[in-house]
Every structure is written in C-alpha cells, then in structure tokens.
C-alpha cells in the first residue's frame, strides 16, 4: 500500500499529540510553537554562520521570517479572540495589530471595563489585579508591524520569493542582521504575550 505520512505511534517521546485544545489553547500551542522554531533555527543557523557556512544563513532567513512573522500574527489573533471569542480575518500586521490596539487595548484600559471586571471577580471570590501597559511603546510596536508589513506586503514574501506572475520579490542584495533580528521580534513576541496575558486575566473566571 506504500508509506503513510500522518502513522501514530505508542512510544510518548516521538509522538505528537493534537486534537484535544479548546480555541484558545490551540492558538496559544500555535504561536509559541512558531516562535520557539524560529529561534532555534537562529541558533542554528548563527552556529553554521560562525563556521563560515554562508548558505545556511543566506537560505534559512526566509523560513526564521516566516515562523517569527506567522507567531506574531496568531499572538495578535489570539489577544482579539480571548476577548470577543472570534477570530480576526486577514494577515496584514499593521491592520491586525490597528483593530487589536482600537478594540481591545484602549477597551481593557478604560474605567469602566475594569470597574466591571473587578466586581466580577469579587463576586466569584477572585483577585482583581489592575495591570500596567505603561512600559509598552505603543507607537514602536506599530513601527514594527508597518515595516515588516511593507517587506511583505500580500503575506506572501517569506513563503515563495516569487509573485504569481514570476517576478522576484527582492530585485537588489538585501543584508539583515540574524541577532537584531531575534533580539526586536523576540522583544516584540514577549510584548504581546504580556497583553495576552493582561485580557487572559481580565476574561478568566
């Protein structure tokens, strides 16, 4: 009959186990799963680099950019989805990250949303706690997704470097740095993970 792709095993240290996740935790296992990826490949990749293998970082930027870019999309997805329990159509970052920012964060931050949340979970014997987004740069996070935005404009750089119609996306040399690289969209990834975590509490129990 041939070989089979998707065969189960009975031995626990080489199976994947999917399936059982509610929404939330599967984008949760989704997002973390595509950032851990992506900064193991940097490791890798760094490691080859400093042994002068310059195909390895030439050829693995295009799947690192994609994990980190695609982690980042379902970490915005997942921000709108714990509070309205619907997910946000589209792929463009600087749209999603504009309605995540417009619909929930300036909605967790208002008087009367919190005043709602804190009688809710001293009615269910839960403590309130009032979290700061004072230490978040705002306008910086929305830098970031306009310019990985404008690298990719259609969503689709990272995955084929060609458009439909056969041209090469990037005409010129480009040059990117693997370590600013992980260090900005690690940073980023951890921000939004902090915002995540603020509306998980705000919605929990």
């Known amino acids: 009959m041939g070989?089979?792709?998707?065969?189960?095993?009975?031995?626990?240290?080489?199976?994947?186990?999917?399936g059982w996740q509610d929404g939330s935790t599967a984008l949760y296992?989704?997002?973390?799963?595509?950032?851990?990826?992506?900064?193991?490949?940097?490791?890798?990749?760094?490691?080859?680099?400093?042994?002068?293998d310059i195909e390895t970082l030439d050829t693995y930027i295009f799947?690192?950019?994609?994990?980190?870019?695609?982690?980042?999309e379902i970490s915005l997805k997942i921000i709108y989805y714990t509070l309205y329990d619907e997910i946000l159509q589209g792929h463009e970052l600087n749209k999603l990250w504009e309605t995540v920012f417009e619909k929930v964060i300036k909605k967790i931050?208002?008087?009367?949303?919190?005043?709602?949340?804190?009688?809710?979970?001293?009615?269910?014997g839960l403590k309130f706690i009032n979290w700061s987004m004072d230490d978040i740069d705002f306008d910086e996070l929305h830098a970031i997704f306009d310019e990985l935005q404008e690298f990719d404009k259609k969503s689709d750089v990272w995955r084929y470097m060609i458009d439909k119609k056969g041209q090469l996306y990037f005409a010129d040399a480009h040059h990117i740095d693997y370590k600013n690289l992980n260090s900005v969209l690690g940073e980023t990834y951890t921000k939004l993970e902090y915002l995540y975590t603020i509306v998980s509490h705000y919605m929990s129990g």
């Open 3 to 18: 070989k089979k792709v998707f065969v189960t095993t009975n031995d626990q240290d080489t199976m994947a186990y999917f």
């Open 29 to 52: 296992g989704l997002k973390h799963g595509y950032k851990n990826a992506a900064e193991n490949l940097v490791d890798f990749a760094l490691e080859k680099g400093a042994e002068g």
């Open 63 to 72: 799947p690192i950019l994609f994990l980190y870019r695609h982690s980042l």
């Open 109 to 124: 931050d208002t008087k009367d949303f919190l005043k709602e949340v804190m009688q809710h979970k001293e009615k269910n």
